[in-house]
């Protein structure tokens, strides 16, 4: 049996993939790592109900304070589960989630991508063998109207007054994916990187406190970004189970469909620069993650 974490995994698009995993077989466990332990514990009694598998576990991980990340990475290594094998960086946040992380950085730039860059780069060293490591961007990485992007300092800054902070965060994810595939290659790691988008999801609770951009008009605009939850919740499964994931990497996986990302996402510097800011902002030491990669 092998382990594999979902961050968010209480409720929609890490709950289908959870429960799609949990569908497939019976060799893999399913860790679920949500900031709230009652909802958690409620999604894992349906997921029980539901998949009729009780392979599955729940940790408290708070990704918008980096002492919450890595006090979860301690208590999962304590915590005997069978060997790691998959991180689903799945969890996050819309526009609508202002405010400060109590580390002093921005909100969603906080939760969405410095808190799963910590959480991968502690439990690297935990996986064994082959493992796989997805990150759940978004085609709004590429909004309509375009994106500059402003450099990881005022991504960083709380006060900052830059529009659209979630498709910066969803950019930064890719720019995560790529410069982690580049470096687990460099040291020899047959550990495979993902990215995923899953659409726009309607059907979910992600964007309760932003129906006004969901006008008639808007949906006409989004149409071609519109996404299942059901469909892709497999899709997002799919990319931990199937043997496919396991031999390839560095790719951007659109709802079940392997396209390229937009053209600013493959830029080198700015996923480099990100990268060292990361490791500055969260005080990352080598020590902590596999040999070689910081």
């Known amino acids: 049996m092998k382990t594999v974490i979902i961050t968010g995994a209480n409720s929609g698009l890490g709950f289908e993939c959870a429960k799609n995993i949990l569908l497939e077989s019976q060799d893999y466990f399913i860790v679920m790592a949500c900031r709230n332990i009652e909802k958690a514990e409620k999604a894992k009694s349906e997921l029980i109900e539901i998949t009729k598998n009780e392979n599955i576990g729940v940790m408290q991980l708070n990704l918008s304070s980096l002492s919450s990340v890595r006090e979860f990475a301690k208590d999962y290594e304590k915590a005997q589960y069978p060997p790691l094998f ?52 978004s085609d709004m990485h590429n909004p309509p109207n375009g994106l500059i992007y402003p450099g990881v300092e005022v ?86 189970t199937k043997p496919y994931y396991g031999e390839h990497t560095g790719k951007y996986n659109d709802r079940g469909k392997e396209i390229p990302s937009s053209e600013l996402s493959y830029n080198k510097e700015n996923a480099e620069k990100l990268w060292e800011s990361s490791v500055n902002y969260t005080k990352l030491q080598s020590e902590e993650t596999l040999d070689g990669l910081l």
């Open 155 to 240: 991504l960083a800054d709380p006060d900052s007054e830059i529009n659209d902070k979630y498709s910066q965060s969803k950019l930064c994810n890719l720019y995560f994916t790529y410069e982690l595939t580049g470096k687990l290659s460099e040291i020899g790691k047959n550990i495979t990187v993902n990215a995923f988008n899953p659409g726009l999801l309607t059907d979910t609770n992600f964007h309760v406190n932003s129906n006004r951009h969901f006008t008639e008009e808007a949906m006409k605009m989004f149409a071609d970004r519109v996404g299942v939850l059901s469909e892709s919740g497999k899709a997002l499964a799919d990319m931990v």
């Open 86 to 137: 998959g991180i689903v960086c799945n969890a996050g946040i819309s526009n609508s989630n202002g405010g400060t992380t109590e580390d002093g950085f921005d909100m969603i730039f906080g939760t969405n991508h410095l808190g799963h860059f910590l959480l991968t780069a502690l439990l690297l060293p935990l996986i064994k063998g082959d493992g796989r490591i997805t990150v759940v961007s």
